[in-house]
């Protein structure tokens, strides 16, 4: 039987071995009541399984992942939402997806994106000129304290416009997203040192740092990849750019990071792949990507002293590139804070174990992970006992000799996760299963079927210094015949796999209708110590201080003209939107201060107006801002999105923009415009 883990589940899970007696003792009657197929009305447990066809391991399933209304989830997921930009918090074990976080792309419901402070937002992370609305979040990381999740901050990587942000835990919403202009893609990131001193985001494709144009052909000389090394302060929540670095790299394709801890603290796990620096057919008959990519048997770990280079970044030795403080890759050699090893071959995760001893990498055209000991990486440093340099002159440590051991795995390895028992989980892409391992021993123990191109897996806990074990998800990134279908796209796949007992057991699918979610960390919930609502009344989402304009209660809201700059300071309560009524000139600005004066839990409100996509979501004590041209004459409704209360459909008012030609406001009231488009007298003569 597998571990329960609760009071309550224990009691079910009682229950659930009763299942095969058809009648559960302890259960009342033996009745429960449930919804469904077969369990429109009451049942007993023996008719529903009956009626649906359900054997008793889906039911002791079904158990322990049912959680009752108020219950809450023991674990907290948070999961990259992929294109969508966003990041999503998942409870487990219920599944139960209980938040978007907007992030890299608009989000309409939280007004992200909608009031000036998150469009400026949005807008600080895009390249001048442009707009990006989406992003391919990849790889979220929770800030550690210790090498253990501490549950303040979440960092997320956009892969496709290489940006970093950075999520405030207590109101779970965006604070900063930072971009580095020598990089221009960042499929390794976002991953943190133990104390979150660092966000590290390894880039991917290789160019010019400077930003200027090489020709293909001069690959090897003019492109190079880099790390960046993102400094964080903990005091004001920001990633500090100023205090930031880059190492400059070799033109390999840099990938998936992780950090060392204990043992290896303050060192750095760098994978690459491409070190044959292939960049396609250069449009004359070499071979694509694909295969020029992966014609070596061997690509190169990076190992990093990021103590080390932190030194060196902030003496005469580094260079500014872009705004950017880089160590160059001559440097980094002479200075011995870079070390390649090879690894087998097109690498994909690197994962260093929970006492940092080791590091686990899964190449993913070989059957094999590897297991390396830092210990002789570092005695091979210690003593220069190099194996030969690559061409850019980074020693190579002899690959036999420093690592422990290989576990022959199976096809396709990526990701692995530890958990609290000496096991670690591998995921396998091209077999579609999990692999159980013991570390001590290095050899699979179990495996595990799922559905199906497993791309990520996540333990609660499971890249920390501390796992919880218990759950693992499996992010699956085809679901072919899982769910009912939807057309051509169908959903990505989440599985529940409790990895508690003896053997992995499957306990549930969840359907994710967002592409591609990549990765996930899992975190105790009770970690987490998310504010109730914004106090004191007026608190800048952004700021977390008073917003300067905000309106502190109804008595303070008022219209103020100045010039053609009108401000209007607006109070939100259940179910009064004050002032209610706003005359403004066509052209005239509009400043919009927006508070909601309550503190009640959940007490939102919203605030929109019709046609000018305003759209703000107000939080118990949250103020925002909104500025906009008056640009179109009409009257344009405003109201309170949010069935805030009885009366929430009378929460409201109007915003009336006369048309420039009038010139007097009396005269606009007395002489109204017939419609939006047309304020004129019609061609028959009527009105006027
Ligand atoms: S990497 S699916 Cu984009 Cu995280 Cu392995
Ligand atoms: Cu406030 Cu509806």
Request: aromatic letters at 8%.
């Amino acid at each position: 039987m597998n571990m329960p883990w609760n009071g309550r589940s224990r009691a079910a899970l009682a229950l659930a071995t009763g299942l095969a007696l058809a009648v559960a003792p302890g259960c009342g009657d033996g009745k429960t009541r449930v919804a469904g197929k077969g369990g429109g009305g009451s049942a007993s447990i023996a008719e529903l399984m009956k009626a649906r066809d359900l054997s008793e391991a889906d039911v002791v399933a079904a158990l322990k992942t049912y959680t009752p209304t108020g219950v809450k989830d023991e674990f907290l997921m948070f999961a990259s939402g992929g294109h969508g930009g966003n990041a999503l918090v998942i409870g487990v074990p219920s599944m139960r997806i209980l938040k978007y976080i907007g992030v890299f792309t608009p989000e309409p419901w939280q007004g992200y994106g909608f009031d000036d402070e998150t469009k400026a937002l949005l807008a600080s992370g895009s390249p001048e000129g442009k707009t990006l609305t989406w992003g391919d979040m990849h790889h979220p990381a929770l800030s550690e304290t210790d090498g253990v999740y501490d549950g303040q901050v979440l960092f997320v990587n956009d892969k496709a416009n290489a940006r970093v942000a950075v999520v405030d835990l207590q109101d779970f919403t965006t604070q900063q997203i930072v971009h580095s202009a020598i990089l221009r893609s960042d499929h390794g990131g976002a991953f943190v040192t133990p104390n979150t001193e660092y966000v590290i985001e390894g880039g991917q494709f290789p160019a010019p740092l400077d930003g200027s144009v090489a020709d293909i052909e001069k690959y090897d000389d003019f492109y190079r990849g880099a790390v960046m090394f993102w400094k964080f302060d903990r005091a004001k929540k920001r990633i500090d750019p100023a205090a930031s670095f880059a190492i400059e790299m070799p033109p390999y394709f840099q990938d998936l990071a992780d950090a060392g801890k204990l043992a290896s603290d303050g060192w750095c796990f760098l994978n690459s792949f491409n070190t044959e620096r292939s960049y396609g057919t250069g449009g004359a008959g070499l071979p694509p990507m694909e295969s020029g990519a992966s014609r070596n048997d061997m690509d190169y770990l990076h190992v990093i002293n990021w103590r080390q280079a932190e030194q060196v970044a902030a003496s005469d030795k580094a260079q500014v590139i872009q705004g950017v403080r880089v160590i160059p890759l001559g440097v980094a050699v002479e200075e011995g804070l870079l070390h390649f090893v090879p690894e087998p071959k097109s690498p994909h995760g690197v994962d260093v174990t929970p006492n940092g001893e080791e590091i686990c990498i899964a190449g993913k055209l070989s059957t094999q992970a590897t297991v390396f000991s830092f210990a002789r990486i570092k005695e091979h440093i210690d003593q220069k006992k190099y194996a030969g340099k690559d061409p850019y002159g980074v020693p190579i440590l002899p690959f036999k000799d420093v690592i422990r051991g290989q576990v022959e795995m199976g096809l396709g390895p990526l990701h692995t996760q530890f958990d609290d028992k000496g096991f670690a989980y591998t995921t396998l892409f091209i077999e579609s299963k999990i692999a159980r391992w013991s570390l001590k021993d290095l050899k699979v123990i179990e495996k595990i079927p799922v559905h199906y191109n497993v791309g990520h897996l996540s333990v609660a806990g499971g890249d920390t210094a501390k796992p919880d074990g218990r759950f693992l998800i499996s992010m699956n990134k085809w679901a072919i015949d899982r769910f009912a279908d939807v057309g051509p796209l169908l959903p990505q796949n989440f599985q529940l796999i409790d990895i508690a007992g003896d053997s992995m057991q499957l306990l549930y699918d969840m359907p994710l209708p967002l592409g591609e979610p990549h990765y996930a960390q899992m975190i105790k919930t009770e970690l987490i110590k998310p504010w109730e609502a914004y106090t004191p009344v007026g608190m800048n989402q952004l700021t977390h201080q008073p917003d300067p304009h905000a309106p502190k209660s109804a008595q303070e809201a008022r219209i103020e003209r100045n010039g053609d700059v009108v401000d209007v300071y607006m109070t939100l309560v259940r179910s009064t939107i004050t002032p209610d009524t706003i005359k403004v000139k066509e052209g005239d600005t509009l400043k919009f201060h927006v508070t909601n004066v309550e503190q009640t839990r959940d007490a939102t409100h919203g605030f929109c107006i019709a046609d000018y996509n305003v759209n703000l979501s107000m939080e118990p004590g949250k103020a925002a801002n909104v500025t906009f041209v008056a640009d179109r004459p009409g009257v344009f409704p405003f109201y309170c999105t949010e069935f805030c209360s009885a009366l929430h459909m009378e929460m409201g008012g109007f915003l009336l923009v006369e048309p420039k030609n009038e010139n007097a406001a009396g005269t606009a009231a007395a002489d109204p415009p017939r419609n939006r488009a047309d304020a004129k007298p019609s061609a028959d003569g009527e009105g006027g």
